[in-house]
């Protein structure tokens, strides 16, 4: 089984079936990896604990109206990272676990539920009609059917968190209400609107890596016998979150669509202050305010404009940034008090910061 997952990558961790058999995800090219070559077996080492979350999952998708079953599983079965329940693995690990708890299992499953809710209702809000690769639900099924799956899929995963005591539960909300925050702050640029660098990160850090703090948090608060390491944990979460927005915001303008699994420049179009949208704003004011003040786009333009970035100043200041990400949420493993701490696996979990930014391709679009 593992040797199996090893063979497909990490993508494939999103296509378990209840069989606990491996299957192939939708992205299967070479030119699909993003970085996912040099990581198969960081993420085959965690495989049996993966499987586990992932019948987790499934075992909650059910309902007595079939179509949110319906729902749920299509994008279930889309395939994924799983960078969260693997984050949440790795990090009860590092304190000496041999392997995960069921509480880690099952908590690490209510994480990538309320993750699944989040795409479904992003996908309403961006009116996109493709997820990895292939049709959305919401372009699928429609715009109510898949807004309550995604409420179902809220309330699915607060059951589960609530069954693990106060800690679980209250992080869980305040994670939660922390992402709704940060979909309502993130906005569009134009119209005379500025966003700060600073402003960005404190959206990123809500939007993004709340989820990637919960799932740090969690795990610490099981396995840390240093208490002081729950938060030292939660905020190397939230920083590697950070880092993982900053890669896919590159991503935006330098891969493509058999890359990216949809159109490459959706932000672009959509004026998101993204981290590369936002220091463009900040290097290029004129330029840029004249970009984001059009009513809309042709296909043409935002190519070019991608090509544009792609060799700007923007893209270096970008990557200085994500060198800030990656240093800093390793500077707090390397600070951590409990004395359980495990090198071999604070040395994985820096390899999953490595491979974060080992998205980014090489030869860019």
């Avoid at 790795?90 to 069921?102: D, M």
Wanted: contains cysteine; glycine residues 8%.
């Amino acid at each position: 089984m593992k040797e199996e997952l090893y063979s497909k990558g990490p993508e494939a961790i999103g296509q378990l079936v209840a069989s606990s058999k491996v299957t192939g995800s939708k992205a299967t090219s070479d030119k699909d990896d993003l970085g996912f070559e040099g990581v198969k077996a960081l993420f085959a080492s965690e495989a049996d604990s993966l499987i586990k979350i992932e019948q987790e999952i499934r075992s909650h998708l059910g309902a007595d109206l079939s179509l949110l079953t319906e729902i749920s599983e299509y994008l279930l079965q889309l395939g994924g990272k799983r960078i969260r329940p693997l984050l949440c693995c790795f990090s009860s690990r590092l304190f000496g676990q041999p392997v995960a708890s069921k509480e880690i299992i099952s908590a690490s499953a209510g994480i990538e539920i309320i993750h699944m809710a989040t795409l479904l209702h992003d996908d309403i809000i961006d009116r996109s009609l493709v997820r990895r690769h292939s049709e959305s639900a919401f372009s699928k099924f429609g715009q109510t059917p898949t807004l309550l799956t995604g409420d179902f899929l809220l309330v699915r995963a607060f059951g589960i968190c609530s069954r693990l005591g106060s800690f679980v539960a209250g992080n869980t909300e305040k994670a939660c209400v922390e992402l709704t925050e940060g979909e309502l702050m993130e906005g569009h640029l134009g119209a005379g609107r500025e966003v700060s660098l600073e402003d960005y990160i404190t959206i990123g850090s809500k939007k993004t890596a709340s989820l990637f703090g919960l799932a740090t948090a969690i795990a610490a608060h099981y396995c840390a016998s240093d208490r002081g390491d729950i938060e030292k944990l939660r905020k190397f979460g939230i920083h590697t979150g950070i880092l993982f927005q900053m890669v896919d915001d590159i991503l935006d303008i330098a891969a493509d669509r058999s890359m990216l699994g949809k159109p490459g420049g959706i932000d672009l179009r959509q004026k998101v202050p993204t981290l590369v949208n936002v220091l463009w704003t900040q290097l290029e004011p004129e330029k840029a305010t004249e970009f984001f003040a059009q009513a809309e786009y042709s296909d043409s333009q935002i190519e070019e404009t991608r090509q544009y970035l792609m060799k700007s100043e923007v893209i270096d200041q970008a990557m200085q940034q994500i060198k800030i990400q990656h240093q800093t949420a390793k500077d707090l493993l390397d600070n951590l008090g409990s004395p359980e701490v495990d090198p071999t696996i604070k040395a994985k979990l820096v390899e999953l910061l490595d491979y974060t930014v080992n998205r980014i391709p090489e030869n860019p679009a």
